[in-house]
Structure formats: C-alpha cells, structure tokens
C-alpha cells in the first residue's frame, strides 16, 4: 500500500503550535509553582504552609462527604491533631480557633449547597434547638451588657461566649448527615473516634508523652499525695468514648450485636480509655447507666453481659498488674479515697470554697449575675498556673448562676428537664436503635445531671458539641418511630 504524505496546512500548524504553546506554559507554571512553595518554605514555618494547604482540602471534604467533616471537627475539638498546625484568627484579644473556623464554614458551605432545603433538614431538630434558644439568648445579652458596662475585659468575655456559638451544631449536623448511607457511616466515624481517642489515653498515661492537645495530663494525686508513676490523662471527649462503651455493652444486652474478637478488643480499649483518665464522676456515670439499662431490661442475656464484663475487666486488671502494677492500685486508691479527700483539704475541698464563692457572686447580683468572662472570686494560689481560675467554676448550676443570674439558670434547668424527659420517652417507646437511644440519653444524663457538679458540660464547647450529637440521635430516632423519615423529612417510611 502506498501512503500519500498529507500536506501541512495552516490550521493543523496552528494547531500543533497551540498545543505546544499550552504544555510550555502548563511546564512554566509548574515551576513557578515549585519557586513559590520553596520560598514559602523558606520564609514560613513549615506548620503554617500545613495549616494553609488543609483549608481547602477540609472545604472539598465539607462539600462531597459532609458527615467526615463533623467527625474531624470532632477529633479538633477533641484535642487529637496538634494546635500549632491549624488555623486561627486572632480577635478581640482572643481567637477563631481552626474548630470555630470550621463549624461556622461548615454551616455556611451546607447552608449554600442545601439553600432550597435546608429548612426542611434542620426541622429534624427544631424542638431542642427551641428548647436551648433561651439559654443562647441570655448568654449573647450576658455577653452585650459586660462589655457595655465593662464588667470583664473583652477577651474574657469573647473565651467564654464562643462557647454558646457550638449550638449551632444542632441545626448543622442534619444538614451534614442527609441520607441513610450517611447517617449509618456517621455513627461508624463517631465510634472510631471514640476508639482513637481511648488508645491516645492510654499511650498518654502508660508512656508520659503528651500527643493531645486538650484535656488535663499531670501526674495522679490522691488525697495529699501523688502517685509515683502514674499519669492522669484525661480528653473532652469523654462522652463520646464512654457512651461508644455503653452502646457495646447495651446492644451486646439487647441482643442488637453478638460477642466476638473485636467486639472484646473494642471494650477493653474503651475501658482502658476511662480507667486512666480517673474521673470519678465518668466511672459512677457509667455505672448508673449500665444499672438503669439493666432495670428497664432484666433478661438472662443482661446478666450474661455482666459476666462478660467482668471477664474482660478481669483481663484488664491482669494486663495492667503485669504491665504496670502501680496502676491498679491508683485505682482502687483514687474510687476509694472520696470521703477521706473532704478531709484534707485537696481538690474536693477547694471546690467547696469554690461553690461558696460562686453562690455569693450569684447572690450579690441573682438578675445578671457576674456577667460572662466576669471574676467572681479574688485570685488565688492557682491563678498563676491558671490565668482563668478566677473566672471558671466546676459546677454547671452555679457557673450559668454566677454568670448569668436567675435567667441564665432558669433557661438552663429548663433546657436539661426538658431533654431529658423527651431522651428518656424515646427510649422507653422505640423499638429500633435501642441502644442508641439509651445511650443518647445517658449522654444528655450524664453531662446535665451526675458530672454536672464538678464540671460545666452544658457551658463548654466539647460539652455542647457532645450534647447535640446525643439530642441528633434522640430526634432521629423519634421521627423513624413515627414512620416519617429523619432523612427526607415529609417522606413516610414503608
């Protein structure tokens, strides 16, 4: 076959020039793309360059797969990726920490891509978001009138309002979690987190190096003395790491799960997570839970997962007699030094003086009280380790007091009374989820109830953002009861 050579006309020269003229410049661009990264590298510290390169890549995370970016708005929160690589803002003498900057983009970025719908998604939570709006609205007027009055410096007052800005995760995480498939791979995210956040406790207090940046990490002292050896590692995310323990052993109960490997690999971490934070108020918050679930459900298999328990809580005390000895003993030293630390004038005590110092602020003035960011105690010994000691009250009740006055306690009692009571009807009428249900009820329980006098769960930002993750399962739950989709809200479920 003869081939006739085809003449090179004036367009396929155009053509060819063209393609060759985009490759050059493409080729251009890309090294002065690599000119611009090397200066930046040379110029800034590398973990600014991280921050900067993780915004848009959390932005296009935000847009295609929304519920992961809850979850790593969570391990934020949480303390589990480092400070000193993420994003802030500074104002007011303060700052937009990488988690504020996050939930409000988040909010923001759903808002847009649901901007037809996104009424219709947030319904699913309306009730509570009515329900804590009045506790919102005290806290902004509480914030308004001490700077007004300069009552507090403005950055105090800005550190403790952000706070009340985490309830936006109530109408934010049905826009994130919209379809079934979501919801489903949402839970499992949660859990996972809740596994990583246990192992980093443990590492934490086995090894005495610090990876998390919230939370408290100090050595373990019980009444007057410390406890060679053993550090206290404790995370924000405790209700989530605690209630992903109470939903094994619950679902184990109600017969939702069955026992296997993982399942036991999964307690004993979990547990490990809690033990070596030593937080009294968790361990008899857990306890309370598994006893109440066992009341409004006494079955053979309930008194199998008390065995099972306590089989693994064995394996756990061995492991820890062979690994390190002392831990046990702190153990059983700090859940049996509780009466002897009113004693002696350790944290206990100290929170007593506190409470008074509190109820006497809340007295002086019960309709405004402190106001938010406002001292309502002189400095003391602490205030030199701790800048905000003066400032920070332990128990929930007495800090929306001090703070806030009569309204701001009012809004709060009424919004727990509330919540609790519409968690606790969920549970007892449901037949699907149980156990999530039950334990989304503990939640709101145990951080408005049993740990609410030594910490301020419903005031906090990982308290609030632990909260809304609880009131979202408790109001999915409640539509799929109904047989109206929590999903496609209006659509009724076959």
């Known amino acids: 076959m003869v081939s006739v050579a085809q003449p090179i006309t004036g367009n396929t020269a155009r053509r060819g020039i063209g393609a060759w003229a985009l490759i050059s410049l493409a080729m251009i661009l890309f090294v ?9 590298a040379a110029l800034l510290p590398w973990w600014l360059i991280v921050a900067v390169s993780a915004a848009p890549i959390f932005l296009v995370i935000a847009w295609r797969i929304p519920d992961l970016a809850l979850v790593l708005l969570a391990a934020v929160s949480f303390g589990l990726i480092p400070d000193f690589i993420l994003p802030s803002i500074p104002i007011a003498g303060g700052a937009l920490r990488a988690e504020d900057l996050g939930l409000f983009s988040l909010f923001a970025l759903l808002v847009v891509k649901n901007l037809q719908g996104s009424y219709k998604f947030a319904a699913l939570v309306a009730k509570p978001i ?4 009045p506790l919102v609205l005290v806290s902004l007027i509480s914030a308004m009138l001490a700077i007004i009055y300069a009552k507090s410096g403005i950055k105090d007052v800005f550190n403790e309002a952000r706070n009340y800005a985490y309830w936006l995760y109530l109408p934010l995480i049905p826009l994130a979690v919209r379809r079934e498939e979501e919801f489903h791979r949402f839970t499992k995210l949660l859990f996972a987190l809740a596994m990583i956040i246990a192992v980093a406790m443990i590492f934490q207090s086995t090894t005495g190096v610090k990876i998390t940046t919230r939370g408290q990490f100090s050595e373990l002292w019980n009444v007057s003395d410390s406890v060679a050896g053993i550090t206290r590692s404790t995370t924000p995310g405790m209700f989530l790491m605690a209630g992903s323990l109470l939903w094994l052993l619950v679902a184990y109960a109600l ?13 004993l971490i979990l547990l490990g997570g809690i033990v070596v ?3 009294r108020g968790l361990w008899v918050s857990l306890a309370i839970g598994f006893v109440l679930a066992g009341l409004v459900n006494l079955t053979p298999r309930y008194l199998k997962t008390l065995f099972v328990l306590g089989l693994l809580f064995s394996v ?3 492991v820890s007699v062979i690994a390190k000895p002392e831990l046990l003993e702190a153990v059983v030293k700090r859940a049996t030094s509780f009466t002897e630390e009113f004693e002696r ?3 206990l005590e100290r929170r007593k003086v506190e409470n008074q110092f509190a109820i006497n602020a809340f007295l002086g003035n019960p309709l405004e009280g402190v106001g938010l960011g ?7 010994v602490d ?5 905000a000691e003066s400032r920070y009250i332990h128990n929930t009740y007495l800090h929306a007091a001090a703070k806030m006055g009569l309204p701001g306690l009012i809004a709060l009692v009424f919004a727990i009374l509330y919540l609790l009571h519409s968690g606790w009807m969920v549970f007892r009428r449901t037949k699907k989820f149980r156990a999530l249900s039950f334990v989304s009820f503990w939640v709101l329980f145990s951080s408005g109830v049993v740990t609410a006098f030594t910490q301020p769960n419903w005031l906090t930002s990982t308290g609030v953002l632990s909260v809304c993750i609880a009131l979202y399962f408790t109001e999915y739950i409640r539509r799929l009861e109904r047989g109206v989709s929590p999903i496609s809200p209006g659509k009724v479920v076959e």
Do not use: D, N, Q
């Open 32 to 40: 002065l793309t690599l000119i611009f990264v090397g200066a930046l």
């Open 316 to 318: 756990l005390s061995a």
């Open 345 to 347: 004038g350790t944290s």
């Open 255 to 267: 017969g939702e799960i069955k026992f296997s490997i993982l399942f036991a690999i999964s307690v």
């Open 374 to 380: 406002g001292r309502y105690k002189p400095y003391g």
């Open 130 to 133: 009515a329900v804590v709006a």
């Open 277 to 279: 934070g030593f937080g």
């Open 383 to 387: 205030s030199a380790a701790w800048e």
